[in-house]
Structures are given as C-alpha cells and as structure tokens.
C-alpha cells in the first residue's frame, strides 16, 4: 500500500508583474513573451521569505486534509535554494509549523522536483515508516534569474504548492529519467573567495539553451506519458487531467495534440504565474482541488521535466474524501 492524495494548498507572492512591466526595463514586449510563452505575469517575491510562502501553502494543505502539523511523520522539500544554504528550509518549517517528526529532507531536482518527493514518499509509506508525509516545494526563481537577460527572466515566477499524503491506494505507478546532461540549463554556484582555488568570472544566474530544452522537453513529455499509460493498461482518452509543468504553453499544447485530447484536460496557469519550477504543478492541482473539479476516483497523470535533465511522470487515482 502507498498513499493517497488528502489535502492540497498552494501561496504566491503578493506582487504581480506583467509583462508590460518587464517592457519598461528589458528590450521585449507583451505581444513578444505571450506569442513565445503564453505567460503574461508572473509573482515576484519581495518582502516575503520563500518560508512564508512555504507555511502558508503548508498550513492550506493541512487544513484541507484536517491534518494537525504533530501527525506528520515526514516532510519532503523540494527547492532549487532556500533561503539559506544551510540550514534546509524543511527544518526552518517544520519549526513555524509546530512538526515533531525527525523524518525531513530538502530534496533539489529542478523543475521534476514534486514527481521525485512523491517517490520518495512511496518508498516510505511502503516500508511502514511514514502514515502521514508533507510534500512542499517552494521556489524563489527570481533570485537566480538574470534580470538582464530578456531571453529567461521572463518566463519565471516564485511560488509554492503542498501536498498532504496519507496511507492508501491512490498512487499507482511511477517513471523518473536522469540522463546527467547540464549543458543546457543550470545555475553556477558562488565561486567563494578561497585562495587556493580557481574562480569563474561567471555569474551565478541560471543559464538556458530555449530552444534544445524544448525540443528536449515535446518529445520527452509524450514519450513519457505514453509509456505510463501503457504501463497502466490504460488509454489517453480514460484520464481526467493531465498536469503537465507549467513551462511553456506551446510544449502542453504540442503533447496534447499528439495525444489528441481536448483542452481542457490539460489544464495551465503559466498564463498567471509563470515558471514556478517544481511548484507548477502542486500549485496547478491545488487549483483544480479547489474549484471542486476533481472526482472521486478520477484519474490523473503528471509530468514534469527538468534540470539535470529529468523527467518525472506519475498516474495517480484522486480519492480524497
């Protein structure tokens, strides 16, 4: 037995900027990211710390699922950077929370980073050490975006999403890929100032191949897909939804149409909140959850991909009560 899905919650910084507001200071337009992206604004966190953001999707999620932060036996964090290097931000929330459990970890696997934690759950539910696990991801994209570089700054936001999860039949297969290249998308890390060392005069922004990490993204997210369906036993047509990472419009209208569903399967809100990394799709479902457009016993697939580069698929049965 694994888990299922009981509670969702989901936070956003309180400014919103458009990409009207980006035209002031970058050599772009709106008419020029929404054609390429689909995005027209983005949250940016300003006086708040990714842990307010974090304990408040937290505190939704546990709410939903009527769970007390004490009955928690493992928190699972996925972040590209906390607010510190160290201590893990898990540890930073499991303190505001009010959590007793020793079982905690930051995990980082890029924009998969949800689909990885949710794996990990799996494998404690099915060794009997976890009945209740919190699944956070927060991130703070704007801190490692070049604000300079019109090609990249635009399509991210900052933004969390939870998951509350507790013992029971609702998840139900699992594919993650790591192919090791880096290439294409990474971030540097601070070079420090140790005297024995060489030191880059690279900045540490995120830098991204767009092109090579769509083409990578189209052909790995319906080849995904496909294979966990057919692991499944099930067709494109018997799912509810399929949650794809919020990237790029143009990759989840390019999946879907070689699936050949209709629209409203996959359902985005790049629109509002851009590239929230691994956020995108807890943010996404706890959306659906809340808008009641989720059944008993309907069936879901995510997909992510990633840094790294990853893929993360999942199919998951929706049962909470």
Request: aromatic residues 8%; contains cysteine; charged residues 25%.
């Amino acid at each position: 037995m694994s888990f299922n899905i009981i509670g969702t919650g989901r936070a956003l910084p309180k400014k919103c900027v458009t990409n009207d507001m980006l035209a002031s200071f970058l050599d772009t337009s709106d008419e020029w990211i929404y054609t390429r992206t689909g995005i027209k604004e983005r949250r940016i966190l300003t006086d708040e710390s990714l842990l307010d953001l974090a304990y408040e999707c937290s505190l939704a999620a546990l709410e939903n699922a009527g769970v007390a932060a004490e009955e928690l036996d493992l928190i699972i964090f996925s972040t590209l950077q906390g607010d510190y290097i160290s201590p893990s931000l898990c540890c930073l929330l499991s303190k505001r929370l009010g959590a007793v459990c020793g079982r905690q970890l930051d995990i980082n696997m890029g924009c998969s980073g949800f689909i990885y934690a949710l794996d990990i759950a799996d494998s404690y539910f099915r060794a009997d050490k976890a009945q209740k696990v919190l699944v956070v991801c927060a991130e703070a994209m704007s801190r490692i975006s070049d604000w300079t570089d019109r090609s990249t700054c635009v399509l991210f936001g900052d933004g969390a999403g939870a998951v509350v999860l507790e013992k029971g039949d609702g998840f139900k297969a699992i594919n993650l890929t790591v192919d090791g290249a880096y290439e294409d998308l990474y971030v540097p890390i601070p070079q420090g100032n140790c005297p024995y060392s060489p030191h880059s005069d690279e900045e540490g922004f995120l830098k991204m191949n767009g092109q090579d990490i769509y083409i990578f993204a189209v052909s790995a997210v319906v080849r995904e897909i496909n294979a966990i369906l057919e692991q499944e036993g099930i067709t494109p047509d018997e799912p509810d939804y399929y949650i794809l990472h919020q990237a790029n419009t143009r990759i989840i209208d390019s999946a879907r149409k070689k699936l050949k569903q209709p629209a409203e399967k996959f359902p985005v809100n790049l629109d509002r909140f851009g590239n929230t990394s691994s956020a995108t799709i807890p943010i996404m479902l706890d959306e659906l959850n809340r808008a009641g457009k989720l059944k008993n016993g309907g069936k879901l697939i995510f997909c992510s991909f990633g840094a790294g580069l990853t893929t993360g698929v999942c199919a998951i049965e929706w049962t909470k009560q």
